[in-house]
Structures are given as C-alpha cells and as structure tokens.
C-alpha cells in the first residue's frame, strides 16, 4: 500500500459509487477491499490532512488502501467528479500510520456489484 483514499459523503450510496468511479475512472489499483470508516474518524482525517476547520459532518464513510502513489492519486482523482469527498492519505501525513495499523480491523464493505473491482 503506497496511500490511502478516505471518502466521505452523505450516504453509503454515495460512498459506493465513489469506491466504484476511482476504479472506472480514476484507474486506480486497490491493494485490498474498501472497508467501513467511523465517520467521526473520517472528519478528523479530513481535519488533519487538510489543516483546515470542518465545514460539514459526514453521514457514511470508507477508506480503502491504494497501489497508487499519492501524488498520481491526486492527479488522476483531479480529472473525475466522485459523488463524495476524497482524499488521499501518504505516508507523509502523521494520520497514516494509525490508518495502517486500524485498517485490519475495521469491516469490510458491503459492495452492491463486487465485480467492478476484481
């Protein structure tokens, strides 16, 4: 895993269709399956990667670690227009090492069409 991806959005539909369009159309590679996030944690992500004040809470939430750099994450996430709030975790952000060592336990996500990303 070279990032992470946490998105947030209102509802777990939005969350769903944003997994889906950074495969489809961002061509982004997942290292593993997109899991649930608390979304109180995904507004403290948002929080401290962005060094800004939360505007808004968020109703659902999920992360899923990447085979892309951040870097060219951020550059292909650029070009789509996902449904929800992305943003991408590097291991230069001090919110990553606790993302690597939490994913293990956090549920997986329940993916209405599994095929989209094999």
């Known amino acids: ?7 947030r959005a209102d509802s777990s539909a939005k969350v769903n269709i ?16 997109p899991k649930k996030m608390d979304p109180r944690t995904a507004d403290s992500v948002l929080v401290d990667v962005m ?4 505007r808004s809470s968020c109703g659902s939430a999920a992360v899923v670690p990447l085979g892309d750099h951040a870097s060219s994450a951020i550059g292909r996430l650029k070009k789509i227009h996902p449904p929800a709030h992305v943003i991408i ?7 990553f090492s606790k993302l690597a060592s939490d994913i293990d336990r956090m549920p997986e996500m329940d993916l209405r069409s599994e095929e989209d990303f094999e």
């Open 1 to 7: 895993m070279k990032s992470f991806a946490v998105i």
């Open 18 to 33: 944003a997994l889906r369009d950074l495969v489809r159309y961002g061509h982004m590679s997942f290292d593993d399956s």
């Open 51 to 54: 060094h800004t004040e939360l």
């Open 89 to 95: 975790v590097s291991p230069q952000h001090s919110v």
